[in-house]
């Protein structure tokens, strides 16, 4: 044999090996608008660490969560890395379904992730259990021509009586302007996430002190009629199919006239790419009823490593290039800084260059601040979270009262016996759990 026959296969050996140790990392994700980016932008991460290769599962909101919750709970291992939200993270920690993320690197700068988001990623024992892709409230979305044309002015902090005075002026079928465009798709994190916040508002809360569901109280009853009326008045046609993302498209079209929802819209709403109003669109904070609460969630798309992956290392790499300040202006560099994922770090709307690009960053900032999962109502609750009720249960009961609410606002059902059906499900739930007797 010669020297250079034991080269070559002491070459392809290696070649070999190499192949062998490369890691595929699988990634379960949200169809939104900032993770189609993040696709797009692979190629950077797998340039700088070739020995990972990575293949994006993308579905849209409620199939997302249905997928990955039946993965984690089973450890079946299909994914590496999960999109998952602040809801989740605290309880799936707790049940042991994630890995913490202890080593994101020394340049990672935990301490920079907002205070608000980081409080919700992590568990008892005070580790990070997942890191945030992006951070949001929710705020009013608004065309500043067509407020004006109705002889209105948009305050900073409107009361939601203002909201449907405005939106009932600024409707012109005719020319296929709903007034305003709001969330009908059922589902815990679609139509639930948007009325739970609204309904706080009003005064109304899911549980008393006690647990006992509350659907039977004449908050709930204001807040559900005063949504149902509004959408048949000034809403879009079929708004029970609507999502964030149905909403979204609308908007940009110019179809709505306003539209409440999720702080991370502001960057496609207000980009000339996407959005025929992007020169026209104003910001304000989420409505009041005057007693003391608005109606803006708390909310973060979070990548979290599931139990039963067997390539944590790999995926805990992906995760720190992806939540990174090295992403955000590797984003920067690309798309612009207004197009950054926004809410997850203080040193973002400390930059000069972001604040100049993005007019909507004082007022998302504003909104996650004025966000208090911890004092979510008007009255006292045993639970904590704004949009959702941070316990297990509550992925398939606000799923099932999502489909309730969905079916009023669809005409199938009237409020009074959607509201009605809610109770009676609540309570089967709640009594099941344990939670009363």
């Known amino acids: 044999m010669t020297l250079k026959t034991i080269l070559l296969g002491a070459c392809s050996a290696l070649a070999l090996a190499g192949m062998a140790s490369a890691e595929t990392l699988t990634i379960a994700t949200v169809n939104n608008g900032d993770m189609v980016r993040m696709q797009g932008l692979t190629s950077e991460f797998t340039a700088k660490n070739p020995d990972i290769t990575v293949e994006w599962v993308t579905l849209e909101e409620n199939v997302l969560r249905e997928r990955v919750t039946t993965d984690v709970a089973t450890k079946s291992g299909q994914y ?6 602040t809801y989740e993270v605290p309880i799936w920690a707790k049940q042991g379904w994630l890995l913490p993320l202890d080593n994101l690197g020394a340049d990672y700068d935990v301490d920079d992730l907002l205070p608000a988001i980081r409080s919700g990623l992590t568990g008892e024992d005070g580790k990070l259990y997942a890191a945030p892709f992006y951070g949001e409230s ?17 305050p900073d902090a409107p009361t939601w009586d203002f909201i449907a005075d405005a939106a009932r002026k600024m409707t012109d079928r005719a020319a296929g302007i709903n007034g305003i465009c709001l969330r009908g798709k059922a589902g815990w994190g679609e139509n639930i996430a948007f009325l739970t916040a609204t309904a706080n508002a009003f005064g109304a809360r899911w549980f008393d002190e006690n647990w006992k569901p509350q659907f039977d109280q004449p908050e709930w009853k204001n807040a559900l009629d005063f949504y149902v009326k509004l959408m048949n008045d000034a809403g879009p046609q079929g708004a029970s199919s609507n999502g964030f993302n149905e909403n979204l498209a609308l ?12 702080t991370v819209a502001a960057s496609f709403v207000t980009n000339p790419k996407d959005s025929t109003v992007a020169d026209k669109v104003g910001f304000a904070l989420a409505p009041d009823t005057g007693l003391g609460k608005r109606g803006n969630w708390l909310w973060a798309w979070n990548l979290a490593i599931p139990a039963g992956s067997q390539k944590a290392e790999a995926a805990e790499k992906f995760i720190s290039w992806a939540t990174s300040k090295a992403y955000l202006e590797l984003v920067a560099s690309k798309e612009g800084w207004a197009n950054v994922p926004p809410g997850t770090r203080t040193s973002l709307y400390e930059n000069a260059e ?40 509550f992925q398939g009961l606000g799923t099932t009262v999502g489909q309730l609410f969905s079916a009023a606002l669809a005409g199938q059902m009237s409020v009074d016996d959607a509201l009605a059906q809610a109770q009676q499900v609540s309570t089967r739930e709640m009594t099941r759990g344990g939670y009363i007797k």
Request: aromatic residues 10%.
């Open 80 to 85: 590496d890395i999960m999109t998952i939200g």
């Open 251 to 262: 908007f940009q079209q110019g179809k709505c006239g306003m539209w409440i929802d999720a």
């Open 138 to 154: 929710s705020m009013v979305m608004y065309r500043k021509d067509l407020i004006e044309k109705a002889g209105l002015k948009m």
């Open 354 to 393: 972001y604040q100049k690009a993005a007019p909507f960053a004082k007022m998302t900032l504003d909104s996650i601040n004025a966000a208090d999962p911890k004092n979510p109502t008007v009255k006292p609750v045993p639970y904590v979270g704004v949009q959702f009720v941070a316990i297990p249960e």
